[in-house]
């Protein structure tokens, strides 16, 4: 298991996370894409997750939340851009607490060989406040959480 590689570089209104995976990009890129799969691993492991919409096509849009034990429900709403493939996935990417904060998000699937890929997710915020602020959020831990329960799906197909 390792953990993922965030930088967000001082002044800049970028996240990039990279991290590698025991998968194909194949499987990948269908654990980004099936519904079934994606609630199984998104997000932080206290949250539970709901999908609303999910139409993995050039303009189609996802919607869902993240689920707190009391209730409280964090929701995203977003939309692809191009077709999702196995070189990667471009998507808007917004989180309702802060509606009209819209990053672009470029997800790439590296094809190491040997069944192992490497993903390389590039976010670009509409400010360098807006940047900071997701930074401070604790991203690090939904993203760090969220790939572990995904290598327990990529090892699963």
């Given amino acids: 298991m390792t953990k993922a590689e965030i930088t967000a570089e001082p002044g800049t209104q970028n996240i990039t996370i990279t991290r590698d995976f025991v998968a194909t990009p194949e499987q990948l890129l269908r654990a980004h894409t099936d519904p079934d799969l994606l609630v199984q691993w998104l997000g932080p492991k206290r949250l ?6 999910l139409e993995a ?3 189609g849009r996802w919607a869902y939340a993240h689920i707190d034990e009391d209730g409280t429900e964090f929701r995203f709403r977003g939309a ?3 077709e999702p493939t196995v070189e990667g996935i471009t998507q808007t990417w917004e989180f309702l ?10 997800l790439h699937f590296e094809d190491l060989g040997d069944g192992r890929t490497r993903i390389h997710n590039l976010a670009v915020y509409p400010s360098v ?3 900071d602020g997701m930074v401070s959020s604790g991203m690090d831990v939904g993203v ?3 790939y572990e329960r995904l290598d327990d799906v990529l090892a699963s197909l």
Wanted: proline letters at 4%.
């Fill in 48 to 53: 539970t997750m709901r999908i609303d919409a």
């Fill in 129 to 131: 406040e807006a940047r």
């Fill in 57 to 59: 096509k050039d303009g």
């Fill in 80 to 82: 692809f851009h191009g």
């Fill in 144 to 146: 760090n959480e969220g």
């Fill in 97 to 106: 607490g802060f509606p009209g904060v819209v990053s672009l998000e470029t």
